[in-house]
């Protein structure tokens, strides 16, 4: 089961926001910022048009509450993450966290990939004033953790850059894996390919993988 796929839904208002922010999530996804409508948004929840303007008052405020979604939740598990920690314990599960997002929500991945690509636009001050910050926290803490020998010495962004690169791979590419692959990508397959990917990169920051990606 997905349970990220689902916004919290406990009254008739938030179970509305809900299917709104699945909805426009697909068509974002489908059509990019410029392409998608609030109409194809509210046809897909099943809602009037007014009711998706009452939630959000207009397409760039649903877009950006989608962005800024799926980057809290990617960075979520490593926002916690101290010069104090286990650097194998940390990045594995950051790298799960990552591919369990890519195989749960796949469109807000698209989604996101298509607003970088095409420059960032409606982002930039994001970017700036907390993105940038959260990158900079975390690079921090992966340059204390080479410090300390806990690590290889290699530059904290190309590791990060990576990690995205390689475990949002699997929801901005996933028609491309399903074709190469002869078949669509199951829980297990997605189990195995993690597995796989923490073991890559572990290894070659010179960690130990833990036993539960073994």
Same mark, same amino acid.
């Given at each position: 089961?997905?349970?990220s796929k689902?916004?919290k $839904?406990? !009254? ?5 926001r @809900? #299917?709104?922010?699945n909805?426009a999530?697909?068509?974002? /996804?489908l059509?990019?910022?410029k392409g998608?409508?609030?109409?194809q948004i509210?046809?897909?929840a099943e ?5 998706v303007?009452y939630y959000?008052k207009?397409?760039e405020s649903l877009?950006?509450a989608?962005?800024e ?11 916690e993450a ?7 314990e940390?990045?594995?599960h950051?790298?799960a966290?990552?591919m $369990?997002? !890519? ?5 807000? @991945? #698209?989604m996101f990939?298509?607003e970088i690509?095409?420059? /960032?636009?409606n ?7 907390q993105?940038?910050?959260?990158m ?6 992966i340059?204390?953790?080479i410090d300390q020998g806990?690590?290889v010495?290699?530059?904290p ?8 690169a390689?475990s949002?791979?699997?929801a901005?590419?996933?028609?491309q ?8 990508m ?12 923490v073991k ?6 010179g ?7 073994e």
């Amino acid at each position: 089961m997905c349970a990220s796929k689902n916004y919290k $839904e406990t !009254s008739i208002g938030e179970l509305n926001r @809900s #299917k709104i922010l699945n909805a426009a999530e697909k068509e974002f /996804a489908l059509h990019g910022f410029k392409g998608a409508r609030v109409q194809q948004i509210a046809d897909r929840a099943e809602l009037p048009k007014t009711n998706v303007l009452y939630y959000f008052k207009s397409k760039e405020s649903l877009y950006l509450a989608l962005l800024e979604d799926i980057l809290r939740l990617w960075n979520s598990r490593f926002d916690e993450a101290t010069v104090g920690d286990d650097p194998a314990e940390v990045l594995a599960h950051y790298i799960a966290d990552k591919m $369990e997002i !890519s195989r749960c929500r796949p469109d807000a @991945s #698209k989604m996101f990939a298509l607003e970088i690509i095409n420059g /960032a636009p409606n982002l930039n001050k994001f970017f700036k004033d907390q993105h940038a910050s959260w990158m900079a926290g975390r690079v921090d803490v992966i340059k204390q953790w080479i410090d300390q020998g806990k690590l290889v010495a290699t530059d904290p962004h190309y590791l990060l850059f990576n990690i995205w690169a390689t475990s949002q791979h699997y929801a901005d590419f996933s028609i491309q894996i399903n074709e190469l692959r002869g078949k669509p990508m199951t829980q297990t397959d997605f189990s195995e390919a993690t597995n796989n990917l923490v073991k890559l990169i572990l290894t070659g920051c010179g960690l130990s993988v833990p036993t539960e990606f073994e």
